[in-house]
């Protein structure tokens, strides 16, 4: 936007310039590189983590940076989303929605031991929410965990999960009691615990350089200590978590919006056709006033959200209703800038190619649209009356 942000210091503004300045000269030019390896670099997770990424709300003896912003989150997410591949963002953010619940749950022990390697980006770690059998209905997972003495006995399956393959540690929702919201608990579980296996999830029409895993538990044995948060209490965990994993959503999606602003401008301002550049053309010229009205709008929907969040509120509504509006913004964008590149926005290569690919699973990961406002209805009260 050019108006000037009444949320942006100096301390923000250099953040923000040191990460871009990050993903301009170590993650652009390798993304097709990577998209086509089908994996980035480990050595991505630690630079990522040497720039304190992975560490924001968490205290300083745990490897966190001691401090919490919410606008900086959101600068990071829409740098690494809007880098070219969306999918690097994906790669090392299985780590980013699961470090929550790790943080404020996880025993001391670890908490010292184990959780300054997952920040530095040493390790990686995955939230297991998702079953084969449904992700939208968190309520009714069917994952169980039964009490054996000391120990906790797992059996069931998770779907999708990002980071599966290489991560070390796993949140797993799992149910610990009855039916509904009531019998849902959160386990941390190590990649090495007999009875746990996983597979790659194979093919998929975007994210090529991140993966995504199916997880297998055949009574898989853990101890009292892996269940992490209040026994029952999980499902309102993993809620809270989610409303990070939806801000970052959202600021990702103002990123790959902006990759398809860029890269449509310069095409339109290059490409000649019927004696004038496309730019001069006024349908042309009014394609990128409707995106970047979309732009604009996202941008200070989220920067009203990340205020409100930075005073301790977590406006889950709004971060639902955002949620939806950046995927539908998305979708006009990337339609609208392929347009615009006319059959070259069709191959493969072509920035706008990619973010095509990649719109529907910003739209439905971490909540699809249509949860988004069932979401929102629910909060704002509205069924009720
Ligand atoms: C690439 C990728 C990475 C992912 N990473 C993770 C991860 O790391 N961890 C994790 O736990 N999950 C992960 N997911 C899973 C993701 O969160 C789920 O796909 C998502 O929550 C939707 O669940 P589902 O696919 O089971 O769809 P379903 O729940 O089966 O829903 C199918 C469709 O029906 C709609 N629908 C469902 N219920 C209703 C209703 N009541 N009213 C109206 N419409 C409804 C949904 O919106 C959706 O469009 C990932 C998914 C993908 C594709």
């Known amino acids: 936007m050019t108006c000037p942000s009444p949320f942006m210091t100096p301390e923000r503004e250099a953040y923000r310039n040191n990460l871009r300045r990050f993903f301009d000269s170590e993650v652009k030019p390798h993304v097709e590189e990577w998209e086509a390896n089908r994996a980035v670099p480990w050595e991505l997770h630690e630079k990522l983590g040497d720039l304190g990424v992975f560490g ?38 299985g780590r980013m929605i699961s ?7 996880a025993p001391e022990e670890f908490k010292r031991t184990v959780l300054p390697e997952i920040i530095a980006g040493r390790m990686n770690s995955s939230l297991a929410i998702t079953e084969p059998g449904g992700g939208s209905d968190v309520a009714n997972l069917t994952t169980r965990a039964e009490r054996d003495g000391d ?10 999960i990002t980071g599966g393959m290489d991560s070390q540690w796993f949140v797993v929702g799992a149910r610990t009691g009855g039916p509904g919201i009531a019998g849902i608990s959160l386990f941390l579980i190590e990649a090495d615990t007999p009875g746990f296996t996983r597979t790659p999830l194979g093919g998929k029409m975007g994210w090529h350089c991140s993966e995504q895993a199916m ?20 499902f309102i965990a993993i809620m809270n978590n989610f409303n990070h994993e939806r801000l970052a959503m959202i600021a990702g999606s103002l990123g790959m919006m902006r990759v398809c602003y860029d890269s449509a401008l310069d095409w339109a301002r290059e490409r000649r056709t019927f004696g004038k550049r ?10 990128f006033a409707e995106i970047s009205a979309r732009i ?53 290569g072509n920035p706008v190619e990619r973010v095509w690919r990649e719109v529907k699973v910003m739209a439905i990961g971490g909540g699809s649209e249509e949860i988004m406002r069932d979401l929102a209805v629910r909060q704002m009260g509205l069924a009720g009356q």
């Open 215 to 234: 997880l297998h538990f055949d009574d898989c044995r853990v101890p009292g200590t892996a269940l992490i948060g209040p026994e029952n209490k999980g």
């Open 296 to 348: 604009d709008m996202i941008e200070a929907y989220l920067e009203r959200i990340c205020w409100a969040i930075n005073q301790g509120l977590m406006p889950a509504a709004e971060i639902a209703k955002a949620k939806v509006q950046a995927t539908k913004a998305l979708e006009f964008v990337a339609s609208e800038a392929m347009q615009i590149f006319g059959g070259a926005g069709y191959l493969t």
């Open 99 to 105: 470090l929550g619940p790790i943080a404020r749950f």
């Open 278 to 287: 496309l730019i001069e053309h006024q349908v042309i010229a009014h394609k």
């Open 151 to 160: 120990d906790w006995v797992l059996n069931g399956a998770k779907a999708y």
């Open 56 to 93: 924001f709300g968490i205290p300083e003896e745990y490897g966190g940076l001691g401090f919490d912003d919410a606008f900086m989150r959101a600068d990071y997410a829409e740098l690494a989303f809007g880098c070219g591949a969306s999918g690097v963002a994906a790669a090392v953010g």
